[in-house]
Each structure stands twice: as structure tokens, then as C-alpha cells.
């Protein structure tokens, strides 16, 4: 389970998110929509871990540990692990090497990477060059290796071409274990229960709903989270009315 | 014998002359005297003491010659081993090769200029010896011919001619490994080399430096490519060293002729380098590319470059990137020169620390920041030299593997 309490972050000296709570409990998977600039990344990379994402209040726990101050190694050992709207280029690292650091050495690379279709950029240093689409599918890939247990997701599906958009939405739904199943096999309660991955989504166009069931929807407007609900129903809303309403929400919360 | 008394007499007057770049190297602190040391026969340098050949292996050089074509050794002033493997390459100790082979004057300062500074004129006015590496024409090398230049002496300055010829058609690989025996602290290193790629011919040299503290290193290299021909010249510089100051130059003399520069430099502290690479694109349809990786781990580094482009057509890029991992200092300094209309020249510099967001992102991978660090660098200095044989490349990554722990 992911508890964040009363979370304050500061980047720089500013302060981004104040009084953020959530919690994530195994098998569900929670969405994070708001407007540019409200906080959305500032949340997943406090989460992750991130020292200039600063917490100044409150505090995580993830599986009942403490990490407020863990490093974000030790965070991603404990089964954390995040797909980046912006992840940077490193020279001279092949995605293949990353792919095989994040697999500890196990995994058939090559299969995960052809499901993906990004097998063209195995052979490519990390990042570089690639499109914000490629740049989307070759993090699903290394999430896809490393295999954590709460899997943060920013803009999964912003970039990335039609042609390939089931494959990361299906790509998604096979991390958080929620992906359709052939009727009949199993019952529905049973696969529910067995289920413990935990995500959380940043996303705009909520087009990921349609690939992967979520639990629990939030607006983030200007660093606090505003509004709760379905998050179907929060995206009719968001379309409706934009953010504006989210606004007023956000005053009364406050 | 006139062009020698020449020399001669050139290099006399030289023999004060400062070098434009690099600090000035008082002559008179080291010793040049003529160094004994017997000769070893193959099954001898299996024999070297273990620290020895530890030594060897670092700098490239195989001492059980295993996928070589051949093998040049000198200690201190003398030649304690040479022989070749591969049907036409031959190598050839330079004083032996004056004495007995006229063919060799045609080449013998023809591209360096004898009185260039006070290094150059001691090394035609007390030279002790060095390699002649020549590939017959349309041979091509299987395996890179191997030289070694090893310091044993303490104090000892040590001066070096080497001249490598690849006649047309050929394909010639050259591993120079300079080192030192592991007591040695001090030293002054002069090494004179002139390389001649005929047409169409090939050569790959790749240099493996790996000094100690207080060496003194003044290498005085010029390169002339024929039409077709390409040459790659590869440098590999991780361990300590005093004082590292090179030009190396190549004259791109024939229509499509092709030069690339890689080099891979690491100063620690208390190490200063001033290295740096120039092509002069002289002909129809040349290329050249200079690449260098350059870490400073509290050392001092200047990354010189410089490209001149002298017809309309050609083509060239410059890249340095500097890292700052401890301090230090890192001076890029890339030069274009277009001398006529049409040239395509372009270069990139960055220097700069590691990106905390790649350590932290490759933390989020599951690396400790430890292990994440030596990823970026490693990365770093991974270039992809494309034409050096798979032999070289193991090499090269052996060398920077090595010196890893050394760096972090
Ligand atoms: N590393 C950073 N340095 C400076 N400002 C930042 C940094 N990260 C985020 N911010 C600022 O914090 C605010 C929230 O940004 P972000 O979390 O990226 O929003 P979102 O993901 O919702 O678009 C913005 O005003 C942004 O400019
Ligand atoms: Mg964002």
C-alpha cells in the first residue's frame, strides 16, 4: 500500500504541493489529471524520490515503511519504479544495457522489446534522438524489466502515434496486472483479488481508461489535489467544464 | 649524406627552441644516456617478472604476442625485442633500418620538422631507436602489430623515431603501448612519428599511454594520406602523468582522402594535458572527424582542435565533450579554419559535470548513486570507432575498465 499524508514539496524555494493525501492499496490504480504546471510531475518525482523535489511536511509510506527520506534507489529496490513524461539522454549507454540493469540480468530483452516495438532502439544510447512516442515505449520497456510493485506513470500516452497506442495502452494494463482476460478463465473476484500492483497515472486524455480499468480519479489544480472521484466521470467533467471548476474546488479546499 | 648533415645541423640550432603549447621541459634534469638491457627472445617475454607484464597488458601490449602480427619492444634506450608474424609487414628497428635499408631516408623527417622545438632536435641529435612498420603493397594485417615503449630507468629521457608506411592498397594496425616499470616515478618521453598512407591504403594506430606521476610526454606526431586512403588515429590516456603535451597532424593530401581522431583522456590530479588534433583537408572529397572524451578527475586539460579546410567540397566535425568529476580544470578549444568557399565544417564542445538527473534517473533503475556514476562515465567514453578491428576495441575498453575504480 502507498500512503501519502499532509505532503508539502518545495522545488527550489518554491512551494509546488501542499496538504496532498492518497492512498493506493494493492490491486488499484489510481489517475492524476490537472492543468499544466499544477504539480502532477512534482508528485510522481516526490514519490520517486527525487532530492530537489523537497518534502518539507508530511510524510510516505509504502508498504508500511517510512520512505519520506529514502534515496531513490533504496525506493525502487523496495518495488517503485516510474515511467518519465521527460526522461534525459545518456550518452554512450545503449537502451539495451539499461534494459538488462533494470532486468538484474533475467528476462528475454528481445521479446519485451519486439511487444513494445522498440527493438530498432536496443542498439541506441538511451534516449537519444528518439521521438516523444519512442521515448514512451522504450520506458514502458524498462519498467517491463524491472517489474515493481507501484508503478508511477507520467503522460504514458502523450506523443505517441496511433498505430502504437494499443500496444502501450496494453502495455500498461499487463503491468498493473489488469489486462482484459479471455472470459471464463478465471473468475473475476479471484484475478481481483490476486491482483497487488499498484498505479498511479498522470494523463490528459484519459485515453489509457479505456485500456486499463482504474479505481479512483483526482484533479491536481495548483499543487492540491481538489476533487476525488470516478475517474470516467472526473474526465466527462474536465471536458465539460475544463479546469475552472476544478478551481472553485480547489478554493473550497483549501 | 647531405640531407643528414642538414638535419644536423637544423636540429643544432633547435636545440633551445620552446614548443608553442605545454610546458617547457628543462633537458638537462634527465638523463639520455645509452641504457644496456639484453635481448629477449619470444619465450622471454612470457618470462617477464609478473608486475611486469601486468604492465604490458595494461598499455595493450600482449607479451605472450597472441593475435598479433608482430612485435616492437624497447627498454629504456635499446630494443630488447622485435619480430614480425604476418607475411608481408615488416618491422624493423629504425637505427638498423637506416643503416641498411636507403629506402628509409625517403621518409626519415620528411613530415615533422626536425628543428620544430628542443624535443623534435633531440630526437635527430640523440636518438636511441624506434619502429619502422611497413605493409607491402595490397597487404592486408589480420592482426595489429604491436609496440611497445617501456621506461625502466628512473630520470631517463628517452627519445623515439618511428615511421609507419602502408603502401597501396594495404590495411595496417598499430598498438602502442608507452609505460613505465612500477618503480619508475620520473621521466621525459620524446617520440617522433611520421606516418604514410599511400592510396587507397588503411591504417588504424591506437595509442594506450599509460605513464606514471611525474612523466614528462612530448609526442611529435604528422600524418599524410593519399587519395582514398584513411587513417584513424586513436589515443587512450587514463593513468597519471606529469606533464602530456601533443599536435598530432595529418595532411589529407589525396581526393577522398579520410582521417578520424578519437581520443579518450582522463587527468588526475597534479596531471596536465594539452592534446589536440589537426587536419588539414587539402584535396577533393576529404573527410575528417576529431572526437574526444576528456574527464577531469582534478587534473588540467586542454582539448585543442583544429581543422582546415582548403578546397571547396570537403567535409569535417569536431567534438569535445568535457567532464568535471572532481574539480579540475577543462579547456576546450576547437578551431575551423575555411580557407575557400564550400567547405563544411562544424564543431560541438560541451563541458560540463554529470547531470544529477541521469544519476538520479538511473537510481530509479535500481543503481546505487556509486553505481549509476560509473555508468554515465563509462558511457562517456564509449565511442564507437567504426573500422578498428574487434581486437583494438577489446583494447581499448580493457584500458578504461581498468582504470574504472581509479576514476571514481
Ligand atoms: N525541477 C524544477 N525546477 C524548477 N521548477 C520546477 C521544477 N519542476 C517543476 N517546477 C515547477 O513546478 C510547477 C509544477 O510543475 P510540474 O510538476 O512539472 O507540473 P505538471 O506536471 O502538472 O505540468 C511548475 O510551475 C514548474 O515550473
Ligand atoms: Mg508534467
Not at chain 2, 549509476?372 to 577489446?394: M, N, Y
Amino acid at each position: 500500500m502507498l500512503l501519502v499524508e499532509d505532503l508539502a514539496v518545495e522545488v527550489g524555494d518554491r512551494l509546488i504541493l501542499k496538504h496532498i493525501d492518497l492512498e493506493i492499496k494493492p490491486g488499484e490504480t489510481h489517475i492524476l489529471f490537472g492543468p499544466n504546471g499544477s504539480g502532477k510531475t512534482s508528485l510522481l518525482m516526490a514519490i520517486m524520490g527525487y532530492p530537489n523535489y523537497r518534502i518539507t511536511a508530511g510524510r510516505i509510506i509504502f508498504r508500511s515503511v517510512d520512505i519520506t527520506h529514502l534515496p531513490i534507489d533504496e525506493r525502487a529496490k523496495m518495488g517503485i519504479g516510474m515511467s518519465y513524461q521527460r526522461p534525459p539522454t545518456i550518452h554512450g549507454l545503449k537502451t539495451r544495457q539499461l534494459v538488462q540493469i533494470c532486468a538484474k540480468g533475467g528476462d528475454d530483452i528481445e521479446e519485451m522489446a519486439a511487444r513494445l516495438n522498440v527493438d530498432k532502439f536496443l542498439d541506441r544510447d538511451v534516449n537519444a534522438g528518439l521521438s516523444g512516442g519512442e521515448i514512451k515505449r522504450s520506458e514502458l520497456l524498462q519498467l517491463m524489466a524491472q517489474n515493481p510493485d507501484l508503478l508511477l506513470f507520467d503522460e504514458p500516452e502523450s506523443g505517441v502515434d496511433l498505430e502504437n497506442i494499443a500496444l502501450v495502452g496494453e502495455a500498461i494494463a499487463t503491468l498493473l496486472e489488469k489486462e482484459k482476460m479471455p472470459r471464463n478463465t478465471r473468475p473475476m473476484a479471484e484475478a481481483k483479488r490476486d491482483r497487488t500492483k499498484m498505479g498511479l497515472i498522470i494523463t490528459h486524455t484519459g485515453f489509457i481508461l479505456d485500456y486499463v480499468p482504474a479505481d479512483k480519479g483526482y484533479v491536481l489544480y495548483d499543487g492540491v489535489l481538489s476533487c476525488s472521484g470516478n475517474p470516467s466521470e472526473i474526465l466527462n467533467w474536465i471536458s465539460d467544464c475544463g479546469y475552472e471548476e476544478c478551481a472553485r474546488c480547489a478554493m473550497k479546499a483549501n | 649524406m647531405r640531407d643528414e648533415s642538414e638535419l644536423i645541423k637544423r636540429a643544432t640550432k633547435a636545440i633551445h627552441k620552446k614548443a608553442p603549447f605545454g610546458k617547457d621541459v628543462h633537458l638537462e634534469d634527465f638523463d639520455a644516456a645509452t641504457v644496456v638491457h639484453s635481448y629477449l627472445a619470444d619465450a622471454d617475454l612470457c618470462e617477464l617478472p609478473e608486475t611486469e607484464q601486468e604492465r604490458l597488458l595494461l598499455a595493450g601490449v600482449d607479451p605472450a604476442q597472441e593475435k598479433r602480427g608482430g612485435t616492437y619492444f624497447q627498454k629504456d634506450t635499446a630494443v630488447v625485442h622485435c619480430s614480425m608474424k604476418e607475411e608481408g609487414i615488416e618491422v624493423i628497428p629504425i637505427r638498423q633500418a637506416l643503416e641498411h635499408h636507403e629506402w628509409v631516408r625517403d621518409y626519415y623527417w620528411k613530415l615533422v620538422s626536425v628543428d620544430a622545438d628542443k624535443y623534435t632536435a633531440a630526437a635527430k641529435l640523440n636518438l636511441h631507436d624506434g619502429y619502422v612498420i611497413r605493409a607491402r603493397p595490397g597487404v592486408k594485417s589480420i592482426y595489429p602489430v604491436q609496440a611497445c615503449l617501456f621506461i625502466e630507468k628512473e630520470g631517463l629521457q628517452q627519445n623515439v623515431h618511428n615511421i609507419v608506411i602502408a603502401e597501396e592498397d594495404s590495411e595496417l594496425h598499430i598498438i602502442t603501448g608507452c609505460t613505465t616499470a612500477a618503480h619508475v616515478k620520473t621521466g621525459l618521453h620524446v617520440g617522433v612519428s611520421e606516418f604514410f598512407i599511400k592510396k587507397n591504403a588503411k591504417v588504424s594506430f591506437t595509442m594506450i599511454h599509460n605513464w606514471a606521476d611525474d612523466m614528462l610526454v612530448r609526442p611529435r606526431s604528422v600524418a599524410v594520406v593519399e587519395e582514398g586512403g584513411l587513417y584513424l588515429n586513436n589515443y587512450v590516456s587514463m593513468k597519471p602523468v606529469r606533464s602530456m603535451q601533443m599536435y598530432p597532424t595529418t595532411h589529407l593530401l589525396g581526393p577522398n582522402a579520410t582521417a578520424r581522431y578519437y581520443s579518450i583522456v582522463v587527468s588526475s590530479p597534479g596531471s596536465e594535458h594539452d592534446v589536440g588534433g589537426r587536419v588539414h583537408l587539402s584535396a577533393e572529397g576529404t573527410r575528417a572527424e576529431i572526437v574526444s572524451r576528456v574527464i577531469s578527475n582534478g587534473g588540467d586539460i586542454i582539448s585543442r582542435g583544429h581543422m582546415i579546410g582548403e578546397v571547396p567540397g570537403v567535409k569535417g566535425h569536431l567534438e569535445c565533450r568535457g567532464l568535471l568529476l572532481n574539480g579540475g580544470l577543462i579547456k576546450a578549444i576547437p578551431e575551423l579554419e575555411g580557407r575557400v568557399d564550400g567547405v563544411e565544417m562544424s564543431h560541438e564542445a560541451a563541458v560540463g559535470k554529470i547531470a544529477q538527473e541521469e544519476i538520479s534517473y538511473l537510481m530509479s533503475r535500481g543503481l546505487n548513486e556509486d553505481e549509476a556514476t560509473s555508468t554515465i562515465v563509462r558511457g562517456f567514453l564509449s565511442v564507437d570507432i567504426e573500422g578498428l578491428p574487434d581486437e583494438l576495441k577489446g583494447e581499448i575498453d580493457r584500458a578504461i575498465e581498468a582504470s574504472d575504480r581509479d576514476v571514481m
